[in-house]
C-alpha cells in the first residue's frame, strides 16, 4: 500500500510535469470509482490545475475555472498508482481514470487501481474541508517535538496502533511503522502515556528521519508501487526489520527478530524492544 512517502513520491513527480495544466478530457471507465461528485465530472473540463498537495495517504487537486474552484481527492488505496502515458504500457486493464492535459509536461495522466480499495471525490470546498476534517489527522511530518510529545503522552493505546491511526497520525502504515519502532527501541504494543519523555523524543526523531529518508530514496516499491514515471522506490533496501522474522537483529544483539503472534505483519526485537 501507498504510504506516505511513496503518496509524497508522486505528489512531486506531479507537481512538475503536471502543475498548472488544463484539463481537456476527463474519461471515467469505472464509474464507481468516484464515490462522490460523479455529476460534476463534466465541470472539471476546461480547469487549471493550479496546487497539488499530499493528505495523508491521499491527493488533492486544486481545479479552477471562471474564478470558482473545485478539488478531486484521489485515495490510492491498497494498489492505487498515477501514471503517465510513458509508464502505462502493460497497465491498461486496470486504468479506471484517464485524463489529457493540455499546458503540460505530460499530455496523459491515468488512475490504475487493480484492487480497487482506493476512491476518487469530487468536491466543493465545504465538501472538501469536511472531508478532511472527518478523515485525517495531523501530518507527522508537520508535528513539532512538543506537539508530538503530547499527542503520546495522552495516548493510552498500544504505540504501533496509535501510529496506524489515521484519525490521529495521517499517512504512516505498516511498513513504516515497523521501522520507526524498531529505530526507536520501543515495543509495538508499549503505551505512549508509560513511555519517558527520552523514548517520546527517540520516537519523533525515527519518524522524522525515517519518513524523510524514504521520500529521498523514491519511496518502497515492495509489490506494485511506481512513480508515476514508471520508476521504482528503492527504500525496501534499507528496511531493517520489515518482513524480516527469523534474521538476526541488525543491531548486532543475540536476538532473532520475531513477529508477534496475535499480529502477522508486525515486527520485533525482543532485547532492542523490550514491553514495558
Partial sequence: MPELPEVEVI???LRSHILESTIKEFHVQRSDIIRIGLSSRQWYLGTQITDLIRKGKSLIFTCRKNQLTRYMLAELGMTGLFLFQSASTGYDKHIHLTFTLEQSNEATLHYWNPRRFGRVYLLDAEQLAHFTQRRFGIDPLSLTQEKFHELIHNS???????LLNQH???GIGNIYANEILYDARIHPYAQGYRLSRAAIARLYGSTQNILQQAIISGGSSIRDFRAPDGSRGHFQQQHVIYQKAGHPCPRGCSKII???TSERSSFYCPSCQKRT
Avoid at 493510552?156 to 496509535?162: D, I, N, P, Q
Fill in 156 to 162: 493510552r493505546g498500544r504505540m504501533k496502533a496509535f
Fill in 258 to 260: 520475531k513477529r508477534l
Fill in 11 to 13: 505528489l512531486n513527480q
Fill in 168 to 170: 490521529k497520525l495521517a
